[in-house]
Each structure stands twice: as C-alpha cells, then as structure tokens.
C-alpha cells in the first residue's frame, strides 16, 4: 500500500496508460476502490504532473466514450453463458 499519495497517483496514471487499463482494472491492480482511482487521477495527479495528467486524461475519456459498448458485450456474454472475462 502506497503512503504516499502523489506517488500513488503518478504509479495508477503510468499502469493505466502502459496497459491500457480501466479504472476498475487499476483499482484491483492496486487494492484501493475505484473512488480513490478516479480521485487520484483527476484531481491530485493534475498538480502533481500536469504532463502526466494529459496522457491519462485521454485514455480515460476514451475509456468513459466505450463504456457503454463494453457494457452491452457483457451482458450478451451474460445471458449466452459465456462468463469467460
């Protein structure tokens, strides 16, 4: 578990956007909830390394524009008995 929380943000930002994750995936990955994610990295991360926040800020509204896509395919997958994730 990180102290630090700056440093927290900087390592959430970094693995999302080398693995081109989602903020549930990241909150796993790291053991915190998904609130703490999506505060680290709008809110705190945008003093702490505005360059940083730019390139995570793009994945994430790529992420928020798909999300309904992602949505719909697992619910098919849900309801055809396909629980493969």
């Known amino acids: 578990m990180h102290t630090n929380i700056e ?3 900087c390592d959430l930002a970094v693995y ?3 693995n081109r994750s ?10 915190v909830s998904k609130s703490t994610v999506h505060k680290d990295l709008t809110e705190r991360l945008r003093t702490v390394n505005p360059a ?3 390139q995570v800020r793009e994945l ?9 896509i992602r949505g719909g395919m697992a619910t098919r997958r849900k309801y ?3 629980m493969a994730d």
């Open 80 to 82: 055809k008995g396909d």
């Open 52 to 54: 940083l926040y730019a």
């Open 7 to 9: 440093e927290r943000a």
């Open 60 to 68: 994430l509204d790529i992420n928020k524009a798909e999300r309904h």
């Open 16 to 18: 999302i956007i080398e």
């Open 22 to 31: 989602t903020v549930r995936a990241a909150a796993k990955q790291f053991g």
